[in-house]
């Protein structure tokens, strides 16, 4: 597999077994080696049924591996697997692939992206917008937003005031309350959304839990 360098790449896993309640039962990481040798965990999260994702973004073009760990280690569909994956350049405009994601700058004094070039933080409040509005009108927004300079999109990830607790669809980010039970559509829905923030060179400023 070749993916291109700060670019998000997916590895899906499927369960040998299927578990009452997955989000709490199951504990699934991903250990990633670079092309110089560095390692970092990355941690999955469950998709649905019998499925789990580990999303990365790799910073150094070469070779990369990893290998996959289980809190269930009898469950050979999670635990134990290995691949690898080449990872080139980027070659395109978009600023956010071009130059890798934000840090502070080695006199920690301003933000930069990883490869060391400034980064101007102007960011934008969407609040529910990426929840309440259509594909289009999303896309629309973005591109609005990025012609007139802007490098930040702000926006909630669960129903908060103006959601009036739920999505268009009429459905929540959770149902109960104990246990609370994840509505992983609320959330492919948002998945989207927030990739197609990246797609136009912006940064998703998420506002996780708002109470």
């Known amino acids: 597999m070749e993916v291109r360098q700060y670019r998000v790449v997916e590895l899906t896993f499927e369960s040998e077994t299927d578990y009452a309640d997955p989000f709490r039962e199951v504990t699934l990481s991903v250990r990633v080696t670079s092309p110089s040798g560095g390692e970092r965990e990355v941690f999955a999260f469950w998709d649905g049924g019998r499925s789990w994702k580990v999303r990365l973004c790799p910073d150094e073009p070469g070779r990369w591996k990893w290998v996959s760990r289980s ?32 840090r502070l700058s080695e006199d920690r004094r301003y933000l930069c992206h990883a490869d060391g070039a400034p980064f101007f933080w102007l960011g934008d409040t969407a609040w529910n917008g990426a929840l309440r509005a259509r594909d289009e009108d999303w896309h629309t927004y973005l591109e609005t937003r990025r012609k007139q300079g802007f490098s930040v999109v702000q926006f909630v990830t669960t129903h908060w005031r103006g959601l009036l607790r739920t999505d268009p669809q009429g459905e929540r980010a959770w149902t109960g309350t104990e246990p609370v039970r994840l509505n992983l559509g609320f959330f492919a829905r948002l998945d989207a959304k927030v990739a197609a923030v990246n797609e136009h060179g912006l940064v998703a400023a998420l ?5």
């Open 71 to 102: 809190s269930r280690p009898e469950d050979t569909g999670l635990h134990g697997k290995t691949g690898t994956f080449q990872c080139v350049s980027y070659t395109g405009e978009n600023p956010l692939y071009r130059h890798g994601g934000l």
């Open 207 to 211: 506002v996780l839990l708002w109470a």
